[in-house]
């Protein structure tokens, strides 16, 4: 037990640590929904966004799951509405991740169903 709540004290503190030390740094804010803390991931993710420039989509997306999952359904669908704008101006869709897509149409179907 000890042991366990040590390497978690460590972990919580080495992200904290890279988050404080690599500002800068979008994925950095991003690993705060790890930790199981929806206040400080929401922060996060608008830090992300925001460093971003609204040009991240996949940022955008994650945070309107993460909403999503949180029962926070209006503001979901104003990031998801945030990210279908960002998206469709990527000219090189080819390149992305098939899982974005998949994510992105769960996403869709779960916000037309409720």
Known sequence: ?????CVF??????????IYLYLLYLSTYI???????FDNSCAAYNKAIELSQNDDFVCLLNYAITLYCNDEIERCRE????????FEN???QHDIDPEVFEQANLLKSA???G
């Not at 460590?10 to 992200?15: D, K, L, P, T």
Request: net charge neutral; aromatic share 16%.
């Open 1 to 5: 037990m000890v042991i366990i709540c």
């Open 9 to 18: 004290i460590v972990s919580v503190y080495s992200i904290s640590l890279s």
């Open 31 to 37: 690993y705060l929904y790890r930790l199981d803390d």
């Open 79 to 86: 990031y998801y509405a945030r990210f279908t704008v960002c």
């Open 90 to 92: 990527v000219t090189e």
């Open 111 to 113: 916000l037309t169903r």
